[in-house]
């Protein structure tokens, strides 16, 4: 079992990537070896980001299946 782990803005710069795969059963899981790989300055992004399984946001706790799909959104500001 596969999930592909999808990063953006502030969190693609941490890891240095913008999608890896993980065989973790959960999205906390799958987060805490993400960690590991690409060290504290992910971590330090990740506590202030959202994450969504499959296009919805979730819990951390949310069970992971082969092909699922988690992004880390981090907070994005903008305006005019």
């Known amino acids: 079992m596969m999930a592909t782990l999808r990063l953006f803005a502030s969190a693609r710069e941490a890891a240095g990537c913008g999608s890896d795969t993980f065989p973790e059963k959960s999205v906390e899981d799958l987060l805490a070896a993400a960690v590991l790989r690409y060290g504290p300055s992910f971590a330090e992004v990740l506590t202030t980001c959202r994450v ?18 988690v992004a880390v959104l981090p907070p994005v500001s903008g305006g005019l």
Do not use: F
């Open 52 to 69: 969504w399984l499959n296009g919805e946001e979730v819990g951390r706790d949310a069970a992971l299946s082969d092909s699922d799909e």
